[in-house]
C-alpha cells in the first residue's frame, strides 16, 4: 500500500477529473446517446447506465489500485505489464478480434470488449519511465547502442502492429509519447531527432501506401472531395460544431446529432459544440488543457525519476488524446477515430484513463 507522506493529494487535478471532466463526461453522454439508446434497447438511458456500471465502475477499481499502491511496485511489474499489453495486442489478429470501421481494435469476451490499444498508452508510459530510470543502465537516454536502438525498436514494434491494425491515431500517440517521455529522462536532441524524422517518414510511407490513410489526408487538404463518402464525417461535424454559435442550442436539444457519425464516441466534442456552444467548447477544452498543464508541473517538482517521467507521459496521453479528437472534429487534423478522454463512450477507454489519473495521483503524493 502507499505510504503515508507530507503531501495532500492534488485537490486541482483531482477537482478537474472528477467535476469538469467525468461530470460533462455523464452530462454530454445522456443526451447523446438517449435516442439511440431507446432506438435500439427501448431505454434513452441505456448507454449511460452501461457507461455508469461498467465504465465508471470498473475505472473506480482501477482508480484506487493506481492510488492506493505505491506507484515503485508498477517500477517493478512494468515489464510483465508491458507483455501483457503485447499480447493482447497480438490477440487480435486471432478469431477473437473483432472489427468495426475498418480497424481490428478489440477482444470480445461475452459480453465484455477489450481495446488492446487503450492499455498500451498506459503501459508503455510506465514500461518506458521504468526502463529509462534504472539504475543498472543510468546512462540509456544518452548511450547510442544501449539507448537510442532498443528504444527504438519497441516503440517501433509496438506502433507496426498498431499500424497493420489500422489503429493509426493510438501509434501516433503512444510514438509521440514515448519521444516526449524520452526527451524528459535527458535524452540527446540528436536521438530526438532522429526518431522524428525516421517516425515521420514512416508514417508517410504508411498513409501513401493505404487508400483510406491516403483519403483521409485529401479530405483534410479539401473537405469538399466526395462530400457523401470520405469528407461525409468531417463535413457533418463542421456543421453541428457551426450550429451552436456562442452559447449553443441548448442541453439535449441538438437538431444535427441524428446525422452524425460516431456521435458517442469519435464525435462527441461536435455535440459538445452545438448544445453548449462556443463558450461550452472551449471550457471542455482549458479543462483538458489545465489537466494536462497541471501534471506537468507536478512532475516538475518530482524528485524521483521514475515518478517525474509517469507524470509526463499519463499527462501527455490524456492532453494529446483529447488534442487528436478535438483538432479531428473540428478539421484541424485529418479524420482520426480516438475516443475523448473521460467523455467518449466506451467502457474499457474510460476505465483506463481512470486508472491513469489514479497514478498520477500517487505519484504526486508519494514521490
Not at 503531501?7 to 443526451?31: C, E, M, Q, T
Not at 503501459?123 to 519511465?129: F, N, S
Not at 483538432?327 to 480516438?338: D, F, M, N, R
Amino acid at each position: 500500500m502507499a505510504r503515508r507522506g507530507t503531501r495532500k493529494v492534488d485537490y486541482l487535478l483531482l477537482s478537474l477529473f472528477l467535476f469538469l471532466l467525468l461530470g460533462i463526461g455523464i452530462i454530454v453522454l445522456a443526451s447523446a446517446s438517449s435516442d439511440l439508446g431507446k432506438i435500439h434497447h427501448d431505454d434513452p438511458y441505456y448507454y449511460l447506465k452501461d457507461q455508469i456500471i461498467f465504465g465508471i465502475g470498473v475505472g473506480a477499481i482501477g482508480f484506487l489500485l493506481g492510488y492506493l499502491f505505491d506507484y515503485r511496485l508498477y517500477k517493478k511489474l512494468a515489464t510483465v505489464i508491458l507483455l501483457v499489453s503485447l499480447g493482447l495486442l497480438l490477440v487480435l489478429f486471432t478469431p477473437l478480434g473483432a472489427e468495426a470501421g475498418g480497424a481490428q481494435r478489440w477482444i470480445l469476451v461475452g459480453p465484455f470488449s477489450i481495446q488492446p490499444s487503450e492499455l498500451l498508452k498506459l503501459t508503455m508510459v510506465l514500461y518506458l519511465a521504468a526502463w529509462l530510470s534504472s539504475e543498472k543502465r543510468a546512462s540509456r537516454e544518452k548511450s547510442f547502442s544501449e539507448g537510442l536502438i532498443p528504444f527504438a525498436s519497441i516503440v517501433g514494434f509496438v506502433c507496426l502492429i498498431l499500424l497493420l491494425q489500422n489503429s493509426t491515431s493510438a501509434a501516433a500517440i503512444i510514438a509521440f509519447v514515448s519521444l516526449l517521455v524520452y526527451w524528459t529522462a535527458g535524452a540527446r536532441l540528436t536521438f530526438v531527432g532522429i526518431m522524428l524524422m525516421v517516425g515521420g517518414l514512416l508514417l508517410a510511407g504508411f498513409i501513401v501506401s493505404t487508400p483510406y490513410r491516403l483519403d483521409r489526408v485529401r479530405t483534410f487538404l479539401d473537405p469538399s472531395i466526395d462530400v457523401q463518402n470520405t469528407s461525409y464525417q468531417v463535413n457533418q461535424s463542421l456543421t453541428v460544431i457551426g450550429s451552436g454559435g456562442l452559447w449553443g442550442v441548448g442541453y439535449g436539444r441538438s437538431i444535427a446529432k441524428g446525422s452524425l457519425p460516431e456521435r458517442m464516441g469519435d464525435s462527441i466534442f461536435a455535440i459538445i459544440a452545438e448544445e453548449f456552444g462556443f463558450i461550452g467548447a472551449l471550457v471542455v477544452i482549458f479543462s483538458f488543457l489545465a489537466f494536462t498543464i497541471r501534471g506537468f508541473m507536478l512532475a516538475r517538482k518530482t524528485r524521483d525519476k521514475f515518478g517525474r517521467m509517469v507524470l509526463v507521459g499519463l499527462s501527455s496521453v490524456i492532453g494529446l488524446q483529447a488534442f487528436v479528437h478535438i483538432g479531428s472534429a473540428s478539421a484541424l487534423i485529418p479524420t482520426t477515430g480516438v475516443p475523448l478522454p473521460f467523455i467518449s463512450y466506451g467502457n474499457f477507454s474510460l476505465a483506463v484513463f481512470m486508472t491513469m489519473v489514479g497514478i498520477m495521483l500517487n505519484v504526486q503524493r508519494n514521490s
